[in-house]
């Protein structure tokens, strides 16, 4: 079965400075990856998702993320943080034949600092 | 707004009560989700509605009865919960179970349980 792992529970970071969630994963076929938003309270908002192509794709709000397959990774970056950023993030992964089986990493929670 | 509307936003309800989370989404899909967000816990994928029909109980506890009388409306039938079943409850819709991965989910706001 798949599995994801998001080596950091809480990042702080500046605002103006660059951000890098780390992904990784785990599963014998080429999986669907995605990345979510979830601000306090809200439910999950879908920022960007990779399943063929383009090992780098764009999301939105600014963000992008980079398969790498020899590394079983899908960091989540942008170059400039916002106040707006503060949240917390979860990678995702599905798999099966139609990708129908989703698991969800544990998630990073992003404090800015003004 | 997502398109996926999740009511109450909030419930407090006693271990004996009867309650139920409602789900509607007219964003034209036709598979539907149920997700637990515990705290320190990893979303866990509680039921998969397909075209109305459960396609995935994921070893959820009886006190938890799904139902989906319509591709748009999931219901989250509650009793005699405990308060470990205190957590966000999150629905999601994708255009099916099949293409929810190509995709992704649209997620509802969820609703705040606390069993008391």
């Known amino acids: 079965a798949q599995s994801v792992t998001q080596p950091d529970i809480h990042i702080t970071v500046s605002e103006g400075a660059s951000l890098e969630l780390r992904c990784n994963y785990s599963?014998?076929?080429?999986?669907?990856l995605f990345w979510y938003v979830q601000s306090p309270g809200q439910g999950l908002q879908l920022l960007l998702k990779?399943?063929?192509?383009?090992?780098l794709v764009q999301g939105i709000k600014g963000f992008e993320a980079e398969f790498k397959r020899s590394q079983s990774s899908f960091n989540l970056r942008k170059p400039s943080v916002h106040w707006s950023d503060a949240a917390e993030y979860f990678c995702?992964?599905?798999?099966?034949?139609?990708?129908?089986?989703?698991?969800f990493g544990p998630g990073t929670r992003l404090s800015v600092l003004p | 707004e997502t398109g996926v509307t999740q009511t109450p936003r909030h419930l407090v309800m006693g271990m004996t009560n009867k309650k139920s989370l409602k789900c509607e989404q007219h964003?034209?899909?036709?598979?539907m989700y149920w997700y637990k967000q515990s705290a320190k816990k990893p979303l866990e994928l509680m039921f998969v509605?397909?075209?109305?029909?459960?396609?995935e109980n994921n070893s959820v506890p009886s006190r938890f009865s799904p139902e989906c009388p319509n591709s748009s409306h999931l219901f989250l039938h509650l009793h005699t919960l405990q308060p470990e079943d205190s957590a966000l409850y999150l629905c999601?819709?994708?255009?099916?179970?099949?293409?929810?991965?190509?995709?992704?989910?649209?997620f509802g706001s969820g609703t705040r349980l606390t069993v008391v």
């Open positions: 599963y014998g076929a080429t999986p669907y």
């Open positions: 990779y399943f063929s192509g383009d090992t």
């Open positions: 995702a992964v599905g798999a099966g034949l139609y990708g129908q089986n989703f698991v």
């Open positions: 509605y397909n075209f109305k029909e459960q396609t």
């Open positions: 964003l034209g899909h036709n598979a």
């Open positions: 999601a819709s994708s255009p099916t179970s099949g293409k929810g991965a190509e995709t992704g989910y649209t």
